[in-house]
């Protein structure tokens, strides 16, 4: 009898581990996804985020492509989609846009910890994989652009799938997980043109997947067709359209970037500060075990050399080609930056590398630091440094909260007709002009266009005109745009200037 009854626990518990194994996993994902979420959200911008989230708001509002790259048109267009039903089912004004389009930021930023768990789970051993995890989840770059209406968050996280997509070695579907990479590839593009930068990792991925066979070559071609007619087809479209506004867009757009070789190194080296900040305590630690694994070594008490992995039984496969792989996914997309001098103040720019970045530093560590002391190490690291990172982010956040307050007051002083010319402003007022909260305001635009010449002749056809001029002197109002500041110096030098409000100044006619 004993015989008979001793196998049936075993034969009728294995379902129910097996469904409790998954109600863990479920469980687990969803308290990291609801933890993303408030810290995404307990951070976010007081003011919707940079000079181009302003843009982004006015053309999602009014259905109109981005003046930047090719338009960003995945962007734009599915923001549109998501504006226009919730609009209409909650019967939103169209200042509430702002809330709208950072919920879904934080909630795909959110998204994007969970997707970047499946990748590093294909790539490193579980204990590395969940180092990696935390340390994106409390990247301080990733966390501040989870809170800001920007498109470097979506757009790495639809990188972040497309490799996903790309990496398990089954054969079954293989082609169809092609097909699906090279769909969100494009997409990806379509979010931020940056991402084509990421586009020689996947064929680095393919290769490692399928090895030097002519199988590989073929799944390479199918994901670059599909990518390409992705990402290539809104810009025929475009130019079909318009083929002479195409033109001059690109025009615009490719002047308006600075490069030269004034530039070059300054370029390099902010590159490169920018990396480290993307993920500082990966990069801290990961130095710090290399450290500590030298002078063990040098001691002769190196007991981490063969160890295996305390929760894999085997020791890390290693991934073919790495020193391919790093320039592929690493060196390549910051290298493209160099001629790109915004590199010098954006560290946005960077974030494209963030994800190769913390598999690197989290694959290291685990090797050079494997003991569960060594992850209590890595977890305290990563907190104390975005601790530290947010309360150097706080000054920024200030200069957010001066800009909404210092808008608030321009708004309500100026209800009627003017000509505005707020330097680092224009995007925030010609926003609320475009979404019909002051709908006759006209700016006069710092940044790409500004030209003395034709920055005066706006001004005086407004005096003849009778239209009044304002010229708003905010908090950091003219930062980045003091040579424009300047030329405003000799434009007014002969004009009365009254203050109707703090630091906002009505210019009248030359005396």
Excluded at 101 to 115: R, S
Excluded at 209 to 238: D, H
Excluded at 258 to 272: K, M
Aim: a positive charge; glycine letters at 6%; proline letters at 6%.
């Amino acid at each position: 009898m004993a015989n008979d009854e001793s196998p049936r626990p075993l034969i009728s518990l294995r379902p129910q581990s097996l469904s409790s194994a998954r109600t863990r996993t479920i469980s687990n994902r969803l308290l990291v996804f609801i933890i993303a979420c408030i810290i995404f959200s307990a951070g976010r911008a007081p003011f919707i985020g940079q000079w181009d989230s302003f843009d982004y708001l006015k053309q999602i509002v009014t259905h109109r492509l981005s003046d930047l790259g090719f338009g960003r048109p995945v962007f734009i267009g599915m923001n549109v989609l998501l504006w226009e039903l919730l609009k209409r089912i909650l019967r939103l004004a169209p200042l509430r846009v702002e809330e709208v389009v950072m919920t879904e930021i934080i909630i795909v930023g959110a998204l994007g910890i969970l997707i970047f768990a499946m990748l590093s789970r294909q790539l490193l051993l579980p204990a590395a994989s969940r180092l990696a995890v935390l340390a994106l989840l409390l990247s301080p770059m990733y966390a501040l652009y989870s809170g800001f209406i920007m498109t470097e968050v979506p757009m790495l996280v639809a990188l972040i799938m497309a490799a996903v997509m790309l990496w398990p070695h089954e054969p079954r579907h293989q082609m169809l997980r092609n097909v699906a990479a090279g769909v969100i590839f494009g997409l990806a593009v379509g979010v931020r043109e940056q991402a084509v930068t990421m586009g020689a990792a996947y064929f680095w991925i393919l290769r490692c997947r399928q090895g030097p066979s002519f199988k590989w070559l073929l799944s390479a071609a199918v994901f670059a067709s599909v990518s390409g007619i992705v990402i290539l087809g809104p810009v025929a479209a475009m130019y079909q359209y318009d083929p002479a506004g195409f033109a001059r867009h690109m025009q615009v757009w490719m002047r308006a970037i600075p490069t030269g070789e004034v530039h070059f190194w300054r370029n390099v080296q902010a590159s490169l500060l920018w990396t480290f900040l993307l993920c500082p305590a990966a990069w801290l630690a990961t130095l710090g075990s290399w450290i500590h694994h030298r002078l063990k070594r040098r001691a002769g008490n190196d007991v981490t050399s063969g160890v295996r992995h305390p929760d894999s039984g085997s020791q890390e496969t290693p991934i073919p080609l790495p020193v391919v792989g790093v320039t592929c996914c690493l060196i390549l997309p910051i290298a493209f930056l160099w001629r790109d001098a915004d590199v010098q103040i954006h560290p946005r720019y960077a974030m494209i590398i963030l994800p190769a970045a913390i598999i690197v530093c989290s694959s290291l560590y685990s090797r050079w630091a494997s003991s569960s002391r060594a992850a209590v190490t890595w977890v305290i690291v990563q907190l104390l440094v975005f601790g530290i990172a947010q309360i150097g982010i706080q000054p920024l956040r200030q200069i957010q909260a001066e800009k909404r307050e210092y808008t608030s007051l321009v708004r309500a002083s100026l209800p009627g007709e003017a000509l505005l010319i707020p330097g680092g402003y224009s995007p925030i007022m010609d926003y609320y002009r475009a979404l019909g909260e002051r709908p006759e305001w006209r700016i006069l635009w710092s940044g790409w266009g500004w030209e003395e010449r034709g920055a005066e002749k706006v001004i005086r056809e407004a005096w003849s005109r009778h239209t009044p001029v304002y010229l708003c002197d905010g908090p950091s109002g003219w930062l980045y745009f003091e040579d424009e500041f300047l030329d405003l110096f000799f434009i007014f030098r002969n004009s009365r200037k009254v203050e109707i409000a703090p630091h906002l100044y009505r210019i009248y006619p030359d005396q």
